[in-house]
């Protein structure tokens, strides 16, 4: 009986341990292709003339943002905030910055 017990126990960690790791693999790859999705999102604008810049901040807390500058012919600034990013496609954004 004693057996039963501790064999329903050692499943029941296991289950416990394997459910941790997934979650920690899935994350680790949410986070690696997010990582790659920004260094293809970054060199395209970096490639067509955007720089990576501080585009602003709050004068009190820590909200900051940041995004691509570009300087025009007229002497006017092309800013694309990174929050316009998010959920964009890199074809959509190829379509919409060139």
């Known amino acids: 009986m004693t057996d039963l017990y501790f064999g329903f126990q050692f499943i029941l960690e296991l289950i416990v341990i394997l459910l941790f790791v997934s979650i920690f693999i899935a994350l680790l ?3 690696i292709i997010s990582n790659y999705r920004f260094k293809r ?3 395209y604008l970096t490639s067509i003339g ?3 810049t501080l585009i602003s901040t709050a004068s009190f807390g820590d909200n900051h943002t940041y ?3 570009r300087h025009n012919e007229n002497g006017e600034n092309d800013i694309v905030r990174d929050y316009e990013l998010i959920g964009m496609e890199l074809k959509q954004i190829k379509k919409k910055y060139s």
Request: aromatic share 16%.
């Open 41 to 43: 999102i970054d060199k």
């Open 50 to 52: 955007y720089k990576r």
């Open 29 to 31: 790859i949410k986070r």
């Open 67 to 69: 995004g691509y500058k």
